[in-house]
């Protein structure tokens, strides 16, 4: 075993952190590689772009449709969770997309039906991950509730539009930004991590659920700086969502899919 190897797996209570990393997993990316990623994803994107933008254009219809029901049913309350929420099981929706980038890859070309009923190489396991990330999205959005009703006790949600003046305009609101985003922080982290290689990893290996969530975990950790950086950039991206209505998402979300998969190919040729 080298020197290496036991730097990663024999590790004790008085391990440093840098133990805790496996050098055969750093890639040696530059910082800002993510930009790298958006512009071979903004190509991609515009390779026969109808479907990609149908794509775009389906997740915001649901995307509304499901704001809609939110709030016509009353539950407007865990209405920013939601869009929180909506960044944990996003790589999974965007599948067909890693789809039509790596037909790209291959010389092929596909169309919008093949990408929303793609066929990924580890089957019945894909959908095992969604399942786990639509559960992680749901506990975040119940801790988001307990958290409401740690600081604000039994009073009623006022509505969407009061919640700014509660939020900014009082201590307890304040206080209840800074835990949330703490907490919410802590969430996304797990999910972005677990998710943003395992499911364009099962669309293109026969693997199962846990291993491609545990190399996805292995790989960040890895190359934390590339990572942390392009989680930025992901959730810059998000935020033009939210600021335009969630109409950017129609070009936004395909971009990043299509980003995703280009960082995949660039960090998991070896991961196995």
């Not at 869009?83 to 790596?102: D, H, N, Q, R, W």
């Not at 037909?103 to 580890?122: K, N, Q, W, Y």
């Not at 201590?171 to 949330?180: N, R």
Request: aromatic share 12%; glycine share 10%; with cysteine.
């Amino acid at each position: 075993m080298s020197e290496s190897d036991k730097s990663y797996w024999l590790l004790s209570e008085t391990s440093d952190i840098r133990e805790t990393r496996d050098p055969r997993l750093n890639r040696g990316l530059p910082l800002l590689e993510g930009l790298r990623w958006l512009s071979v994803g903004w190509r991609d994107l515009w390779r026969r772009p109808a479907s990609s933008i149908a794509y775009g254009l389906g997740v915001f219809v649901l995307s509304v449709a499901f704001i809609w029901t939110l709030v016509a049913f009353g539950r407007d309350y865990i209405l920013f969770p939601a869009l929180a929420g909506f960044m944990i099981v996003a790589p999974f929706l965007a599948i067909g997309l890693y789809e039509k980038s790596k037909a790209i890859e291959e010389g092929r070309s596909t169309s919008l039906a093949e990408m929303l009923m793609v066929r990924p190489r580890a089957g019945p396991q894909v959908f095992f991950t969604g399942v786990l990330l639509c559960l992680l999205m749901m506990l975040w959005m119940r801790a988001a509730v307990l958290l409401y009703a740690l600081f604000f006790g039994m009073i009623a949600f006022p509505g969407l539009q009061h919640i700014a003046g509660m939020l900014f305009g009082t201590p307890y609101g304040w206080t209840m930004l800074i835990v949330g985003t703490a907490v919410g922080g802590l969430f996304a982290a797990f999910a972005f991590a677990v998710s943003v290689f395992s499911v364009p990893m099962l669309l293109d290996r026969r693997i199962d659920a846990l291993t491609a969530m545990g190399t996805s975990m292995k790989l960040v950790w890895n190359n934390i700086g590339p990572m942390v950086a392009w989680g930025a950039m992901v959730l810059v991206l998000f935020a033009v969502c939210v600021a335009t209505g969630l109409v950017g998402m129609i070009v936004i979300f395909p971009l990043l899919g299509h980003a995703t998969w280009h960082s995949y190919r660039a960090m998991a040729q070896t991961a196995d």
